[in-house]
Nanobody, 125 residues
C-alpha cells in the first residue's frame, strides 16, 4: 500500500513562486515514476509534469514548460514541483501520483496507481 501526502500549496500573487512537496509512504519509491496533475474548477484533471524512477527523464506540459521544475529525492522519498512565474491560470488543486515503473519514459496518464489528496494553489492577479 502506498500513501502520498502533498503540501506546499497556498495563495500567491501572479509572478510569484511556490514549491510543492509530495511525500511517498511506501516501500517502492525508488522504482516508481512520479507525476503531478492539476484540476481547476469546472475543468478536467490535466497532466503537469512527470519524472522517471531514476530522475533522469522529466516531462512537462507545454503550459508550464520553462516555469515549473520537477525533482525527486530518493532518500527522503519525496517529489517536488518548483513553480515560478505563476499565473492566474495555474490556479487549481494539484495532485501527486505514482506508478511503479522502471521504464525510462513517461507513464500514460491513466496508468498511475496511487494519488494524493491534493493541495490547493491559488494565484491572484
Amino acid at each position: 500500500q502506498v500513501q502520498l501526502v502533498e503540501s506546499g500549496g497556498g495563495l500567491v500573487q501572479a509572478g510569484g513562486s511556490l514549491r510543492l512537496s509530495c511525500v511517498y509512504h511506501g516501500a517502492t519509491f525508488s522504482s516508481s515514476a512520479m507525476g503531478w496533475f492539476r484540476q481547476a474548477p469546472g475543468k478536467q484533471r490535466e497532466f503537469v509534469s512527470a519524472i522517471t524512477w531514476s530522475g533522469t527523464n522529466k516531462y512537462y506540459a507545454d503550459s508550464v514548460l520553462g516555469r515549473f521544475a520537477i525533482s525527486r529525492d530518493n532518500v527522503k522519498t519525496t517529489v517536488y514541483l518548483e513553480m515560478n512565474s505563476l499565473k492566474p491560470d495555474d490556479t487549481a488543486v494539484y495532485y501527486c501520483a505514482t506508478k511503479r515503473s522502471l521504464v525510462s519514459t513517461r507513464p500514460p496518464d491513466s496508468a498511475y496507481d496511487y494519488w494524493g489528496q491534493g493541495t490547493q494553489v491559488t494565484v491572484s492577479s
